[in-house]
């Protein structure tokens, strides 16, 4: 069993959804470009093999099935098994749900407290008004249960922004055509890389940290709900800012795949690989012992990141503000899961001018960074902290993040990576 069938959703009947990783579900393959009609694998994002397995029945072994009960049961005892009952809304009970099962749990969690807001950005400095999008996570106040009042079961709660990005002006767009130019003489040297991350990259971040189907399949499963993260996040900021590609700017972009049905900004790769490069990272080495192992998993993420610009369907900029959101929503769900506090993140594309994307910009030495080109300030890092409280934890995804990080005991570089 191959890791992307675990992890991709494509169980028995998902096909070409095994490497998009949101195969199975047909409903999350939109993102992964393959997907499709994934049958059985039904909810798709880490359980196809697994829902698979519950639907294989066939007439000949059902109609077996029935002759054995036939034969067996003898006369009605109505309930001999006492196994109580469970309690509702408790964690642990996630143990005992199939994958894909967990999967749309933690999706809601997740989702559910992530609000998009637009609005235009002002011109200064010479600079044009371009429309924006804030990210803003739903904190929770207060939550008192129980009492006569039913408004009590309800708790009071409040918006603060995990980041806002602006779209870059349509000059910053036109020159940044001229580096996708540049990046096409790479096409034939990373066709290979490029054709086979089409879809969810998994493999690619696989061989980085030794992910395997049964001994890290609850890893797997935090890497899928954060692709799935990632996707559906990208998806909205993409229509907040309805950025053209680069081959609507010029016939000779030629890019060497499908233009995807989408805008460009933020680069949903970028977003998806730097995500999945954030949590492995905190999974597998909280402590920050392994640099090597964190530098290894960013620059697996970067390299996915350009080639999506060498392919000709992304702009270096849709990539840095790709990165900078993919850290960050690595960042908000480590904290759901472990309750930690988050730096905001602002991205204001405006005067990008011909800069290129270079990861270690944006991040270094385990933290992300500010980026300033020329007068512009492109990245900014900081400001009003998002706290996340007791009550803005999730419980389920908790439970999953626990499992995860029993399967990463120690670190396997006997130097602890220096």
């Given amino acids: 069993m191959t890791i992307s069938a675990v992890a991709g959703g494509a169980g028995g009947a998902g096909g070409a959804g095994g490497a998009s990783l949101a195969g199975g579900a047909g409903g999350a393959g939109g993102a992964g470009g393959a997907g499709g009609a994934g049958g059985a694998g039904g909810a798709g994002i880490v359980g196809g093999a697994a829902a698979g397995s519950a639907g294989s029945y066939g007439p000949l072994l059902a109609a077996a099935m029935i002759i054995s009960r036939d034969g067996i049961v003898g006369k009605w005892n109505h309930a001999t098994l006492d196994p109580g009952e469970l309690t509702g809304g408790d964690p642990d009970n996630m143990a005992l749900w199939a994958p894909w099962v967990r999967a749309f749990v933690v999706e809601h969690e997740l989702l559910s407290r992530l609000e998009f807001f637009g609005f235009e950005a002002s011109a200064s400095k010479g600079q044009e008004r371009e429309p924006g999008v804030h990210v803003a996570h739903l904190n929770i106040r207060d939550h008192r249960k129980g009492g006569e009042d039913e408004k009590s079961d309800f708790p009071k709660v409040s918006y603060v922004k995990l980041m806002s990005l602006t779209r870059p002006s349509w000059s910053d767009f036109r020159n940044q055509l001229d580096l996708v130019n540049t990046y096409a003489d790479l096409r034939v040297d990373r066709s290979p890389e490029i054709l086979n991350q089409v879809g969810f990259p998994t493999p690619f971040f696989g061989t980085v940290v030794s992910l395997h189907p049964e001994r890290t399949r609850y890893t797997l499963e935090v890497v899928a709900a954060a692709q799935l993260l990632a996707a559906k996040v990208a998806m909205q900021v993409k ?180």
């Fill in 239 to 418: 229509h907040a800012l309805a950025c053209r590609r680069p081959d609507a700017l010029s016939p000779q972009v030629q890019p060497m795949i499908p233009t995807p049905g989408h805008g460009t900004l933020p680069s949903a790769h970028a977003v998806e690989a730097f995500i999945v490069a954030t949590v492995l990272w905190k999974i597998i080495d909280p402590q920050a012992a392994a640099p090597k192992l964190r530098d290894m998993l960013m620059a697996q993420a970067e390299r996915i990141a350009v080639n999506r610009t060498v392919a000709g369907v992304h702009f270096p900029v849709d990539s840095i503000a790709g990165a900078v959101l993919g850290i960050t929503l690595g960042e908000y769900m480590h904290a759901r899961a472990t309750r930690a506090d988050i730096e905001p993140a602002i991205f204001d594309g405006r005067g990008i001018g011909h800069h290129d994307f270079h990861a270690g910009e944006i991040f270094h030495d385990g933290q992300r960074r500010s980026l300033k080109v020329r007068n512009a300030k492109i990245v900014k890092i900081g400001g009003r902290d998002v706290k996340i409280r007791k009550e803005d934890t999730s419980k389920p995804l908790s439970w999953l993040w626990q499992q995860a990080l029993k399967e990463w005991p120690d670190l396997r570089s006997g130097d602890g990576g220096q």
